[in-house]
């Protein structure tokens, strides 16, 4: 029963993690569909772009912090971070939030790919 509420506790935290990762890359399509606009670009290639730099920064600064331990040290609001992350550290969370993104840049990618190929 144990490893069964352990279990139900990552797979809650991962969802979270994913949730918050859609939420990202919604203000980021807000904002980069404002600016394809301004500037008259395509929308979904600067879409897709915008997902796959930000997702990789993230990626980039989980890295970081797995190989600094001292950055997975205690946060000094550990109870609020209890609060919403039981089992997952920060880097950790960056990391599922950084693949979320990467993830949408790879499906916007596909259909950016398919749209502009001749039937």
């Known amino acids: 029963m144990k490893l069964i509420n352990l279990i139900k506790a990552y797979i809650k935290d991962v969802a979270r993690c994913i949730y918050i990762g859609i939420l990202i890359a919604a203000g980021i399509g807000v904002v980069m569909v404002i600016a394809a606009l301004v500037f008259r670009g395509d929308i979904l290639d600067i879409l897709y ?3 796959i730099y ?3 920064l993230a990626i980039s600064v989980a890295g970081i912090s ?4 001292k950055t997975l040290r205690p946060l000094d ?7 919403y992350f039981s089992k997952l550290n920060i880097g950790y969370v960056i ?3 950084g693949l979320t993104l990467l993830a949408a840049g790879v499906v916007l990618s596909i ?3 398919y749209q502009s190929t001749p039937s």
């Open 49 to 51: 772009r915008a997902y």
């Open 54 to 56: 930000i997702g990789c």
């Open 66 to 69: 797995f190989l600094m331990p």
């Open 77 to 83: 609001y550990n109870e609020d971070w209890e609060r």
């Open 95 to 97: 990391l599922l939030i």
């Open 111 to 113: 259909i950016v790919f």
